[in-house]
Each structure stands twice: as structure tokens, then as C-alpha cells.
């Protein structure tokens, strides 16, 4: 179903949307000491999955519109660090080999994935897409989880459908997907005689998840239209609202607006995103920042990070509101109340 609805060939459930990432990496051909282009604002789990696989992140930044991973500065990277060494591409500083990009769809937005796959081609990269956040979403004419080489996505709790916890691999290589299939299932050489030739993962997606990621699948359509609402809502309620921004959604994307989330200017709105989010906590609302930008975290102290500039000022000023796709209209009307409110103060 996933597969059909992506427009991929093949699908390989998995336990999670991390477990998803790592064997996407590793089906994708990267290998302990590779590096790859992981944007510093998101969810830790690409960049660990990238780890998990012996390899190294290199982290980007996010662009100043969209928040997305800036291609324009992966190309500057690719062109100006980097350079061929019998046909494979290197990094200068590192002396490591680069060898994927992984762009993260983040907060159901498309990241610009026309620039980033032309890039891929000319460097020899491959593309894992991490989609966990962004199912539904689309680029031009295409869903995310099918544009790059190989498409990771996530069915857990938070996410805009849900097994409780679980996750997929999508791609139209069949022997990536064939490979995938056999690493998450313990590398299988003979299931019979249990024979095994390689070192697996119990990566699996139990059946009673899957039953009930079918029926979620029913609602997918109308959770994304539900999210899309709420956006709407939530723009019209901060229309004209002096320091504050709202997400927007490129012209040529289909937004999922997971995770509504807004930038506030601390000068213009007489107030920052942490004392916002006390006063919505204050209110019984809960609000959330976005994550730490991933080249600030102690455990990737080890790893590049090229030029961010932007990354940083979102971490600082962003916070994301309410958005569950059960939310009505009155709920909607109190998180823009105390929003309101606290402008008026
Ligand atoms: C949720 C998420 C994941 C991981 O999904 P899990 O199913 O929780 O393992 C990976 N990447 C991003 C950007 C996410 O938001």
C-alpha cells in the first residue's frame, strides 16, 4: 500500500523510522569512513543512522526560506571542498570519501530535491531521503520517499500516521529492496537450516503493526487535509502579527504542515520563543522548539559542519504549535488567543 501510494516500486516494512535510515544507508552502498550530507536542523536519528553504519555526517545548513538542507550551499561544498581521486570524491579536509546526501522532508515541507538529485548525479552521490516527517507530501508532481534512491519513512506515534512505533523503506531498485528485506530479517541465507552469511538485524515490523498501519493508511488523505487546515487557520490567525513568522510552503511543493511552526522575533514581538512556549506551558498548551542544531550536539563534536549561519537563528526562534488532526476550531482560537494576548502585554 505504502509503495502504491508513494509511486515506488518496492517496500520493506521496518521496526522504526531510524532502523528504516540505517539499512537504507547501508542497502545505498555506504560504508564505514564514508561521510554524508545530513542537514544540522532535524531529528537526530538520520545523522545517528549515519553513524550506526560506521560512516560520518558532514552537516549542512538550513536555507533562509524554507528551513530546508540549502542546496545551494551543498553545491558550494561539493565544488569548493571536494575534489576526484579515480572517479570517487573526496573530501578535502577529512580525506574522507563522500558518498550520499541524506535531505530531511522536515515538518512535512519538501526540501528542493530538483537542485540536490542534479548535484547527486554530477558527484556520483547517492540519495536517502529521510520522509519520516513529511508522508503525504509532495515535490512537483512526485511524493516524498520516491524522489531519491532510496525513501525512509516513520509510523511512529507522532507522525501523521501511526503503527504505535514502525517504519519502511521505499525504493524502485529491486536489489537494494531485496537486500533491505534480508538485513532486516536477520540475513537469512536459509530459513530453513537457520544458515546465515552476513551479520542481520531483527528489523521487523510485526504483523499486528501492520494491520493496523493498513487502516492508517485509509486516513492518510484526511490527516493531511486536516493538517493543511490547521495551517490555513493558524496563518489567518497571524496575518499582519508583528514579529511573527509562519512556515510557507514553496510554490511548487504540496506542504503537509506536520508540525505548524512558527519564528518569533524577540525584538518585534516583545518576547522570545522560550518565554512563548512558558506562557503556552502556563496554559495548559503544549508548544515545542525545534531540535538542537545536530553540529552542536556533544555527540557529533567529531563531525564537519560547512558554513551555517541559519540553522542556529531558527533553533533560537522557532516553536512549533499545536497540531494533531484532531484539533476543532476552538482549540485553534486558544493557541492564537494566547498568542494574541501575550503581544498585547
Ligand atoms: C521521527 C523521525 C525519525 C525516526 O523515526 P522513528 O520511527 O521514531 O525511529 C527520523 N528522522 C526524522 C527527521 C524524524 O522526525
Not at 56 to 80: G, N, S
Not at 273 to 286: D, H, K, P, T, Y
Request: hydrophobic share 40%; with cysteine; glycine share 6%.
Amino acid at each position: 500500500m505504502v509503495a502504491d501510494y508513494v509511486g515506488a516500486k518496492h517496500a520493506v516494512a521496518t521496526v522504526n523510522g531510524t532502523a528504516a535510515l540505517h539499512v537504507g544507508l547501508l542497502v545505498a552502498g555506504v560504508q564505514p569512513n564514508d561521510e554524508v550530507l545530513v542537514p544540522t536542523l532535524s531529528f537526530i536519528a538520520p545523522a545517528n543512522a549515519v553513524r550506526y553504519t560506521g560512516a560520518w555526517p558532514v552537516f549542512m545548513d538550513a536555507d533562509p526560506i524554507y528551513w530546508q538542507m540549502d542546496a545551494e550551499k551543498v553545491k558550494d561544498f561539493l565544488e569548493k571542498e571536494c575534489s576526484w581521486k579515480e572517479g570517487l570524491l573526496y573530501n578535502k579536509t577529512t580525506s574522507r570519501r563522500v558518498k550520499a546526501i541524506l535531505p530531511v522532508h522536515i515538518l512535512g515541507h519538501p526540501c528542493d530535491m530538483d537542485a540536490l538529485l542534479e548535484l547527486a548525479r554530477k558527484f556520483n552521490l547517492v540519495v536517502i531521503e529521510d520522509a519520516t516527517e513529511s508522508l503525504g507530501a509532495r515535490y512537483k508532481e512526485n511524493r516524498v520517499g520516491r524522489l531519491g534512491d532510496v525513501g525512509c519513512l516513520s509510523f511512529n506515534g507522532n507522525k501523521i500516521i501511526t503503527t504505535g512505533g514502525g517504519g519502511m523503506i521505499v525504493t524502485d531498485n529491486e536489489e537494494w529492496a531485496r537486500r533491505a528485506k534480508y538485513l532486516t530479517t536477520q540475513a537469512k541465507d536459509d530459513e530453513i537450516e537457520n544458515i546465515h552469511h552476513e551479520i542481520g538485524f531483527n528489523y521487523r515490523l510485526t504483523n499486528l503493526q501492520a494491520a493496523m498501519g493498513c487502516a492508517q493508511m485509509e486516513y492518510l488523505d484526511e490527516h493531511v487535509d486536516a493538517k493543511r487546515k490547521i495551517a490555513q487557520s493558524y496563518k489567518n490567525a497571524f496575518q499582519n502579527l508583528s514579529g511573527f513568522t509562519s512556515m510557507s510552503e514553496a510554490p511548487w511543493v504540496f506542504s503537509t504542515f506536520w508540525l505548524y511552526t512558527v519564528l518569533i522575533n524577540e525584538t518585534e514581538y516583545g518576547m522570545n520563543s522560550r518565554n512563548l512556549f512558558m506562557r503556552f506551558a502556563e496554559s495548559g498548551i503544549q508548544t515545542r522548539p525545534l531540535w538542537q542544531p545536530l553540529h552542536r550536539s556533544k555527540v557529533f563534536e567529531k563531525s564537519q559542519s560547512y558554513k551555517i549561519e541559519k540553522a542556529d537563528t531558527f533553533y533560537r526562534d522557532a516553536l512549533s504549535l499545536p497540531s494533531s488532526v484532531g484539533l476543532c476550531e476552538s482549540d485553534l482560537n486558544l493557541v492564537s488567543g494566547v498568542v494574541k494576548r501575550c503581544l498585547a502585554e
